[in-house]
């Protein structure tokens, strides 16, 4: 929709308006009082059409932001997964299991070992979809994963160790949330879009009717001073 359109149904609706109600077919006072209703109606629908614009306006001033907030969550998720996986290692610079004494220790350990490896590798594999995914789906797979694997342990040193992944996780599902929160805002329903279309010639009219019967009123004033 060209921005001009409306400015030109303006001017249009007022000529037809004046020629029609002002000089072909003048009317009484009450029908420009009943007339009233119309204007201001068209006028609230018109408003009302225009706070869907603002809307995707502060929607899209938003969005990047909140990309950024992603970003900088998915970054840290797998800085502290790529941690625990070096923290759990049994390298040649890591832990050496067969020296633990506590054997159930040892299995817990190499369990989130095993565990680390797989998901830093699962998180390097998301990072195409970090804002590419319309729904963020992997942020969900992500936590499933590390849910059930912290169901799994009973040590408090390992669910000590992990917590740092577990507040990642927390903190870029609040982003997932903002983000596909701000995302409905760039999607407006079919009635929204109607109004968007329609409330700049809605407004117009209101206008056109508003200033039709500020002609009238002048010219009945003119009438009885004469």
Avoid at 6 to 27: M, W
Avoid at 31 to 44: C, E, H, Q
Avoid at 132 to 152: H, P
Wanted: a positive charge.
């Amino acid at each position: 929709m060209e921005y001009y359109f409306p400015i030109i149904v303006l001017f249009f609706s007022i000529f037809v308006f004046h020629v029609l109600f002002i000089f072909i077919f003048p009317k009484s006072k009450k029908f420009w009082k009943i007339l009233d209703y119309i204007w201001i109606s068209l006028g609230i629908i018109g408003i009302i059409g225009s706070t869907f614009t603002l809307r995707k306006q502060y929607s899209d001033a938003k969005k990047n932001l909140l990309e950024y907030h992603l970003s900088i969550d998915y970054d840290r998720l797998l800085e502290m997964a790529e941690w625990n996986k070096n923290y759990f290692v049994s390298d040649g610079t890591g832990f050496k299991y067969e020296e633990f004494k506590d054997r159930k220790q040892a299995d817990d350990f190499k369990k989130a070992e095993k565990f680390f490896i797989a998901f830093s590798e699962l998180i390097y594999k998301s990072e195409d979809k970090v804002l590419s995914d319309k729904n963020l789906k992997y942020i969900d797979t992500l936590n499933s994963n590390f849910q059930n694997f912290r169901n799994t342990i009973q040590n408090k040193d390992v669910e000590n160790i992990i917590k740092n992944v577990e507040y990642s996780l927390i903190d870029i599902q609040k982003s997932k949330l903002n983000y596909t929160e701000n995302k409905k805002l760039e999607e407006p329903s079919s009635l929204n879009w109607i109004l968007l279309f329609f409330s700049p010639y809605l407004f117009a009219i209101a206008l056109a009717i508003r200033l039709t019967k500020v002609t009238a009123e002048l010219k009945d004033l003119k009438t009885n001073e004469k």
